[in-house]
């Protein structure tokens, strides 16, 4: 009887508003659900500046010239600072997912004038 009551507590405070996911998480195992999008960056520009994804996929970015790039959030559902991505050099990527429906407005940190959106339905 007692395991029942503590099993029942712990699932009550899994489900509590402090528990809930963080509404981007940077993905390095990775370990990404399927479907999501990717995003080159070439030529100084995000080369698909928009991209649409469902609530819990992800999206890659991936450098693919010798100039170092990051991914840098602006603003978001649930982002209460910016979320400054490390720099990637040639061929490195970047993953992150996304939980919570909305608009993640980005730049690049060195090249502010790169700029992208993910809208996540
Ligand atoms: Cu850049």
Redesign the pocket.
Known sequence: MRTLVSATLCLTLLSAPAFAADSIQVITDGNAAAGGATVEIAK?KFATPEVTVKAGEAVTWTNTEA?P??VHFKTGPGLTEEHEGPMLRSKQTYTVQFNEPGTYEYI?T??PF?KGKVVVE
Request: with cysteine.
């Open positions: 100084m100039l790039h990051n690049c060195p090249h790169m």
